[in-house]
């Protein structure tokens, strides 16, 4: 059999342009003509054509290569500048433009507000095309972890023992360095001593200045290395990072936007990010939905309060279990009476209110269960009894848990997994993405931002096709956005 041999040295007569070594369903086109859709004024950037000096690099370029670098798990400045010069997608994408590693990290450092749009941008772009309804909205957020170390996490009881340790230190090495002295021998290690004794009493004073930011800020923690980075707990250990959020179209499992927090629960999420998401859309959606660890009554109130449907489980929902015999549930409430009344018929009277967390308490007193054939499964308490604790919002938990129970809300909550857990899986699994290569909220942000928005874009490859999501995306081009909520004229005409 015959081989196919190469050549190297080839001579050809007219050199192909860059144009020719990318197939027309290439995915690179799609990624290209997204971003020329979303347009230099709409993502904001400050383009200044005429500017004297040294010229920089096309901005949109630059945005391109971060957004298609990230979409094939090509994150780092550095990895970004080795595919600029070998990878022929990225060489097409710049036209053979090789910006340099400083030149992309500075641009991705210099350009964060303009990068947090992006989602935004995208997302629009999907409502023209009538692909986001924003009926029903996920929300649903997972932890990943920062670009700094739980070493540099500190608080101020370990601020305290760490400087005991220094002074410590300082005290055995001031004796060892009057002993030295003393024998007029081992210069050498005296030199070394005074050395350490510099070290020493210069860590002391950076962990001073911590423990007094922690101190006049009321801060609980610190991370020197990225302070805005909170101490996450999860399945994987605990881990210094960030909490990412996003908001899902039910139609289509489009990202609507993106968030990310310091906080290490999601419980005080939930209005914020509908908010935003209603912000992008331009009006406020029909049904949210999320999981039980969005169940904050506070939040679901706000929401619930501008007549959308919250479709939130209790933990007791969620979980899936019969309340006990004696759970709480099944005690009724008098409200003429301000009292609880147990399933043994006993009275259970209003005794004190807790303002700080807003609760009131309710039990029957001395000896009111003592004598009851369920003391000890009940209660063992016998001075008190058997408590009830009633928080002062409690009709909005009773209300959002009878909605929850209802046919239709159990069909959305059906469809919440498939739907706001897929982009997760996606970010993490397909992009390989388990950390955020920036430091500080806004950078996270922004680098949020572009992976949600990769997800938006390979799933309207995966819809569409790229020479139809290219051609579907020229009708958008240069044309003004569409209503809200509705599909640009011109895209209807070009689908029929």
Not at 111 to 119: A, P, T
Not at 331 to 349: H, M, R
Request: charged share 30%.
């Amino acid at each position: 059999m015959a081989y196919r041999q190469m050549e190297r040295n080839q001579m050809m007569i007219f050199p192909a342009s860059i144009d020719e070594y990318i197939s027309e369903d290439d995915p690179v086109r799609a990624y290209n003509a997204m971003i020329d859709a979303m347009g230099v004024d709409a993502l904001g950037i400050n383009w200044e054509p005429d500017k004297v000096g040294c010229p920089q690099y096309d901005p949109m370029v630059m945005m391109k290569v971060l957004v298609y670098g990230c979409s094939y798990g090509v994150r780092s400045s550095r990895k970004l500048e080795r595919a600029l010069h070998h990878n022929l997608s990225f060489i097409w994408l710049a036209g053979g433009l090789k910006p340099d590693h400083k030149t992309i990290a500075r641009f991705r450092r210099d350009n964060q507000d303009v990068l947090k749009g992006l989602l935004k941008q995208c997302a629009r772009i999907c409502i023209d095309m009538g692909l986001i309804e924003g009926n029903t909205l996920f929300v649903d957020g997972t932890r990943f972890r920062g670009n700094a170390s739980l070493n540099n996490q500190w608080d101020e009881n370990r601020c305290k023992r760490f400087m005991k340790r220094i002074d410590m230190r300082v005290n055995e090495i001031m004796k060892e360095c009057e002993v030295a002295d003393g024998a007029q021998s081992g210069e050498g290690s005296w030199v070394k001593l005074k050395d350490e004794l510099k070290s020493q009493r210069k860590l002391k004073s950076k962990v001073e200045g911590i423990l007094e930011k922690i101190q006049t800020e009321g801060l609980k923690q610190y991370n020197s290395t990225d302070p805005e980075t909170g101490q996450m707990h999860s399945t994987h250990g605990s881990f210094a990072g960030y909490n990412g959020q996003i908001v899902v179209d039910d139609k289509h499992g489009l990202i609507v936007s993106s968030d990310v927090v310091s906080d290490n629960n999601d419980t005080g999420q939930f209005a914020d990010q509908i908010e935003q998401a209603n912000e992008i859309l331009e009006k406020p959606c029909e049904n949210a939905c999320a999981d039980a660890g969005y169940s904050n009554a506070d939040e679901l109130e706000k929401v619930d309060a501008q007549g959308i449907q919250v479709v939130v489980p209790s933990s007791r929902q969620a979980s899936g279990k019969e309340p006990d015999t004696f759970d709480r549930t099944r005690f009724q409430y008098n409200a003429k009476e301000d009292c609880y009344i147990c399933p043994e018929g006993v009275k259970l009277p209003f005794r004190r209110i807790d303002r700080k967390r807003k609760f009131r308490e309710y039990y029957g007193g001395r000896g009111a269960c003592r004598n009851c054939r369920h003391l000890g499964v009940c209660t063992k308490n016998k001075t008190t009894g058997r408590k009830i604790i009633r928080y002062e919002n409690v009709e909005i938990r009773e209300k959002i848990a009878a909605k929850y129970e209802k046919p239709s809300s159990q069909a959305v909550y059906a469809r919440r997994k498939e739907k706001v857990e897929l982009p997760f899986g996606h970010i993490r699994r397909n992009l390989g993405v388990d950390n955020f290569l920036m430091r500080g909220l806004s950078g996270v942000r922004a680098e949020m931002s572009i992976l949600t928005s990769c997800f938006d874009i390979a799933r309207l490859i995966g819809m569409f096709g790229v020479t139809g999501l290219v051609k579907l995306l020229s009708v958008l081009r240069g044309k003004p956005p569409g209503l809200s909520g509705t599909a640009n004229p011109d895209f209807a005409r070009a689908t029929g």
